[in-house]
């Protein structure tokens, strides 16, 4: 069965830190890779998507990924009180239309 | 371009009742996947519509659970009767080509199922 696991925190860091949430995944035959954010109550948004390892940076977000020790990572730097949210990671093998969703990692930036 | 709509917001029903759930997805988009995140779990996958096929149904999770989509438009999912351990969020998303999560799928704000 495919796991994707995330620590379901809450995570808090200062505003201005960067905030490292993390996955890990169960299925080596994993190739696409996504970072969603969900505020309370709302619908979850697509932030991130990669799928090589390494690094893929945009603006102040950042995802990394080890195909080899099968984890991804989403870095926020200089973190704002509204990026206080709920993040999950989504993982897709390539013979799938369905990505596996991870638990989420609660988010929270005091000022 | 309105998003992917769902309807209600919340219910809460009695354990043993029936409820039903839709989802509009994006005018145009072919592909609709049903997910439901269970309270402090993961958001878990139903199944999911091409057109009106149900191209995978293999995560809902019982008999007690129908979801339908006449016309290829809106979808609909009934739980009858309802347990309660269905409480939780349902989550729909559109897309218009089957598995393009990176550019074009879209969630809605999702239904929240209170059964007491």
């Known amino acids: 069965q495919k796991e994707v696991e995330q620590n379901s925190g809450p995570l808090s860091v200062p505003e201005g830190a960067i905030a490292s949430l993390n996955c890990t995944y169960s299925?080596?035959?994993?190739?696409?890779f996504f970072w969603y954010r969900q505020y309370s109550g709302k619908s979850p948004e697509l932030i991130m998507s990669i799928y090589s390892n390494g690094d893929k940076e945009d603006g102040r977000f950042t995802a990394q990924l080890n195909k080899a020790s099968q984890y991804v990572s989403l870095l926020i730097r200089d973190s704002q009180p509204s990026d206080s949210a709920t993040y999950l990671c989504?993982?897709?093998?390539?013979?799938?239309?369905?990505?596996?969703f991870g638990r989420g990692t609660s988010l929270i930036v005091h000022p | 371009e309105a998003g992917v709509t769902q309807f209600p917001s919340h219910s809460v029903i009695e354990k043993g009742q029936t409820v039903t759930l839709r989802c509009d997805p994006i005018?145009?988009?072919?592909?609709l996947y049903w997910y439901r995140r269970v309270m402090g779990k993961e958001i878990k996958f139903l199944l999911h519509f091409v057109k009106e096929s149900k191209q995978d149904e293999s995560g809902m999770p019982n008999n007690r659970f129908l979801a339908e989509r006449t016309g290829g438009t809106y979808s609909t999912l009934k739980v009858q009767p309802a347990e309660l351990e269905d409480s939780g969020v349902y989550f729909c998303?559109?897309?218009?080509?089957?598995?393009?999560?990176?550019?074009?799928?879209?969630f809605g704000q999702g239904t929240r199922l209170t059964v007491v």
């Open positions: 299925d080596r035959g994993s190739q696409s």
């Open positions: 989504a993982v897709k093998s390539g013979g799938s239309y369905i990505p596996t």
């Open positions: 998303a559109s897309s218009q080509e089957a598995g393009e999560w990176d550019t074009e799928a879209f």
């Open positions: 005018s145009g988009h072919d592909n």
